[in-house]
């Protein structure tokens, strides 16, 4: 059964009672109060706000002697919560509790509202027993706020030469925030926490470097691999920890980067690929609470299949487990695409897949919307093209075509959400100065269709290559296809996976469409990371590979409507103390792209003044772009590929 609590609203934006109540130091707290409502019954319930099935979905309260539940709303009154009928709170005098329980944090108001109406005999506890220390908090007289809870998880691992690496910055005093601090949290495997420590945030705009090594060194720590609670104190303008992740190995069969695992938990996560014949894909899954995942609660099915198979087996609280899909479909095969099960157990999973050569990569699933339904306006607004149609293009969802000489690129359409049963979708090559150089149109997808396109081959006429450059590369937008079919919401995925021809290594990232640059709104696009639509400027954090690694980075100048002819771009390379130490200025055409690499970009003398934790700030106010990142091996015998976000 998938937990009944809320996590995401696309509407009000992200719950803080499940972070509050779920917090790795509120845990302990729960068990203390529980004790205590065990032993001094019978419990009176008090709960106004609606919070009581929330906390049961996390703590087991069948041991607490309940006398009866009481609500404030009128309207809420005869309804069953945990068992009982609710009665208004002004039966509480003859409940003959010995102890009151109000369900809420910052409780004082609530218990004075109702203190004539407590039994003279009775104690009264609230979920303020269950708080964190009060210094972690940014707004300690509103403990709901989501600023009190800018948290997340990262999947960690170090051992057998597997290491792992989050990288972020402090964006937070951009927003107001001051005296930003860290609390990290990292349990193994089993779910048992290993190590916590605190640490000051460097200065704004200043690098968050964890590396496993370290982490595993500075705690004498035996190998492990769970996953990694971040808890940033003090936050402002944004309740995400964004963050990079880099998996890395002893040798070069283990390079790949991934990125914030997305704070809510979700009910389905869609777009995990099943593995090719002598491929391993697993997903790891990360129980995101203090309650354990029953046997049974978890499960995959095939895209568009109602068959859904389940992990026979509990996982504890807090516990990482590697579920290989071949577990429960070993008839499966690429380019087929699972669908994950996961009743807000878990943050968006990451998956490993392990290929025949022993060479390692990681990507994540995305979250795969439950709520919405298909516009019959878009079709009416868009055009199809940037100069026809209110919105012209649409919605885009824009990947790099990286230099072929050196890569495959291949681009699978991945239906992600649950009102998605089918997908007019087409894809379109740019060259790196805008202009359309090849289309396929895919037709009208259903959801079970898995149809993978390689994009590299779609564009190996010669004459096409010598419209792309000598070094062959540029981009590809996959966009909605109305002559194809009209059904569409808005919700457009794909998972993009790009082989090196040379080493056979491989990358792969997957993300969905925005509309871009045009001065319209449609709901919430062009989307904006801090305030209200349009978003028409851009901030991508582009962290560096440790030396030995050089860095690559692919952005991509998309626009659903015309836009300025060329952008503005300026690429900041910052020290970790989020000093300036260069800057560079690139134009990239309306409707192209540019592939550059860090060594290539900034001088040798630029680099060194850098220093290890050093990154780039992707700077433009003209325009929003959308940007890729990866690293380079020594010898360039491996390489990484994801998406990068933006602050």
């Known amino acids: 059964m998938p937990l009944r609590i809320e996590t995401f609203s696309n509407v009000t934006g992200g719950s803080s009672f499940f972070k509050a109540v779920g917090h790795p130091l509120a845990a302990p707290k729960a068990a203390i109060l529980i004790s205590r409502l065990a032993s001094y019954g019978p419990v009176a319930v008090y709960d106004p706000l609606g919070l009581l099935s929330g906390l049961a979905e996390f703590y087991d309260l069948s041991a607490v002697p309940v006398c009866g539940i009481y609500v404030q709303d009128v309207e809420q009154v005869g309804k069953e919560v945990f068992g009982h009928a609710a009665r208004p709170v002004t039966d509480l005098p003859s409940s003959g509790a010995r102890t009151v329980f109000i369900v809420a944090f910052d409780s004082q108001r609530l218990e004075g509202h109702i203190a004539h109406l407590i039994p003279k005999q009775a104690g009264v506890v609230s979920l303020d027993a269950m708080r964190v220390p009060e210094d972690m908090l940014n707004d300690p007289g509103h403990y709901l706020s989501k600023f009190n809870w800018a948290t997340n998880f990262a999947w960690f691992r170090d051992g057998d030469g597997h290491h792992t690496r989050v990288v972020s910055a402090n964006y937070w005093p951009r927003y107001g925030a001051k005296g930003t601090r860290l609390w990290a949290c990292l349990f193994d495997g089993e779910g048992r926490p290993i190590a916590d420590w605190t640490e000051p945030m460097p200065p704004t705009d200043g690098t968050v470097a964890i590396d496993s090594r370290q ?87 095939l895209m568009g299949s109602p068959e859904i198979r389940v992990l026979d087996r509990a996982i504890p609280a807090f516990a990482t487990v590697e579920l290989d899909t071949a577990s429960l479909f070993p008839e499966a095969r690429w380019p087929q695409q699972f669908e994950v099960q996961a009743g807000k157990h878990f943050v968006r999973p990451r998956y490993e897949i392990v290929a025949a050569d022993g060479r390692r990569r990681m990507a994540h699933a995305n979250v795969e919307r439950t709520d919405l339904k298909p516009d019959p306006k878009l079709p009416l607004l868009t055009g199809g093209a940037v100069d026809k149609g209110v919105v012209g293009k649409g919605h885009i969802l824009p990947a790099p075509l990286l230099p072929m000489g050196r890569w495959r690129t291949i681009l699978l359409p991945t239906p992600m959400s649950t009102a998605q049963t089918e997908l007019p979708v087409k894809a379109v090559v740019y060259d790196r100065n805008g202009a359309a150089v090849a289309e396929h149109r895919f037709g009208n997808l259903k959801r ?110 998309p626009a659903s409507t015309q836009w300025h002819a060329l952008s503005d771009t300026k690429l900041i390379l910052r020290r970790r103390d989020g000093v300036e130490v260069a800057r560079k200025r690139l134009e990239i055409p309306c409707g192209g792209s540019r592939f550059w690499r860090y060594h290539e970009m900034f001088s040798e003398a630029e680099r060194i003044a850098a220093d290890d934790h050093a990154y780039v700030l992707i700077r433009d106010t003209t325009c929003r772009l959308f940007g890729y990142h990866g690293c380079l091996a020594a010898g360039e015998s491996a390489f990484s590929l994801d998406h990068m976000f933006g602050f």
């Open 448 to 557: 079970s269709d898995s149809r993978a396109l390689d994009v590299t081959g779609l564009v190996a006429d010669r004459t096409v290559i010598d419209k792309l450059g000598v070094d062959g590369w540029g981009h590809v937008e996959l966009v909605y296809d109305f002559e194809a079919g009209t059904i569409a919401d808005g919700w457009l995925h794909a998972l993009i996976r790009y082989e090196d021809v040379r080493t056979g290594h491989v990358a792969e990232t997957s993300f969905g469409s925005h509309m871009f640059n045009m001065a319209m709104v449609y709901r919430d696009e062009p989307q904006s990371y801090h305030g209200r639509p349009p978003g028409l400027s851009t901030r991508l954090f582009l962290r560096l590979g440790t030396d030995p690694w050089d860095t690559l980075c692919h952005l991509v100048y």
């Open 215 to 301: 982490v595993r060194e500075r705690f004498n720590l035996s190998p492990f691999c769970g996953s990694l609670f971040l808890h940033v104190i003090g936050a402002a303008g944004h309740d995400v920890v964004k963050y990079a992740l880099d998996t890395y190995g002893d040798d070069d069969t283990v390079l790949s980067c991934t990125h914030d695992a997305n704070a809510w938990p979700a009910d389905l996560y869609a777009g995990l690929p099943a593995p090719r014949e002598g491929e391993r894909v697993s997903l790891w899954i990360q129980n995101s609470h203090p309650t354990p995942i029953p046997a049974g609660a978890v499960g995959l099915n």
